[in-house]
């Protein structure tokens, strides 16, 4: 899957489960609103108190599956932010353009938005009859 397949899939998907890692090291995990940039990042918001800001903050290596109700996965890792100026308004835009709902809570007070860097990601399709080959990219 290159680049560009890669936002196509997670843009028309639109949702997706992300992992982080809890304080003691143990997997924590949430169903949300997912999209991507142009560039190929990850975009979803979250609440600034919410257990995996915390650990975001703490250890900023993600794990994100995109899809799956279909029969396909995107399986990816990488490394989280919280974009400031610029670039928080240029990931804004991905993710309004993709929820033009969730405009107004982009504007509340305790509302931060996550940007991830995917260093690693493979798709699958375990579809009858696609002979559950999962193909990959990777930057390890």
């Not at 196509?8 to 003691?24: E, I, K």
């Not at 979803?44 to 899809?67: Q, Y």
């Not at 107004?104 to 375990?126: E, K, N, P």
Request: hydrophobic share 35%; net charge negative.
């Amino acid at each position: 899957m290159d680049p560009e397949q890669l936002v196509t899939y997670v843009r028309t998907h639109g949702d997706g489960v992300v992992a982080t890692l809890g304080p003691d090291g143990s997997p924590q995990a949430a169903y949300l609103a997912l999209t991507a940039t142009d560039q190929g990042e990850l975009v979803f918001d979250a609440r600034e108190s919410s257990r995996k800001i915390a650990n975001l903050r703490r250890d900023p290596r993600v794990a994100v599956t995109a899809g799956g109700a279909d029969g396909t996965t995107l399986q990816c890792e990488g490394v989280a932010d919280l974009p400031e100026g610029p670039e928080r308004e240029r990931c804004a835009a991905a993710y309004t353009a993709r929820f033009p709902e969730f405009a107004g809570s982009l504007a509340q007070d305790g509302i931060v938005l996550v940007r991830v860097a995917v260093t690693w990601a493979r798709f699958g399709d375990y579809r009858p009859g696609a002979g559950r080959t999962p193909s990959g990219t990777s930057s390890r």
